[in-house]
C-alpha cells in the first residue's frame, strides 16, 4: 500500500520560495484548502494539478525515493488496491 506521509511543497505552482510541508500521517480524511489573499478567492491556488505533474515519493520499507508523475502515482495506487481485494 503507499501511505503518503507528508507533502513538501516550494517553487510550485502558487507556492513560493519558503518551504511548505503538509502533514499527511494521521489517519483519516486530508481536507487540503486553498485560498489566494489577493483575492479572498480558492480560485487559481494550486490545488489541482495535471496529470504529469513530477511528485518525489520516497518507499516507506526501503526509503527509496522515485520520482513519478501524478498520473503513474494515480495507476500505482489503482492497481495496489486491485491487488489488496
Not at 31 to 54: F, Q
Not at 75 to 84: A, F, H, N, R
Request: some cysteine; proline content about 0%.
Amino acid at each position: 500500500m503507499i501511505e503518503l506521509i507528508s507533502l513538501k511543497l516550494k517553487n510550485f505552482m502558487s507556492f513560493g520560495n519558503d518551504e511548505t510541508v503538509i502533514d499527511l500521517s494521521q489517519k483519516g480524511i486530508v481536507y487540503v484548502v486553498g485560498k489566494n489573499l489577493d483575492t479572498n478567492s480558492a480560485n487559481g491556488v494550486g490545488k489541482c494539478v495535471s496529470i504529469n505533474t513530477l511528485v518525489r515519493i520516497r518507499n516507506k520499507n526501503t526509503r527509496e525515493i522515485m520520482e513519478i508523475t501524478v498520473g503513474e502515482l494515480f495507476e500505482l495506487t489503482k492497481k495496489k488496491k486491485s491487488l489488496d481485494a
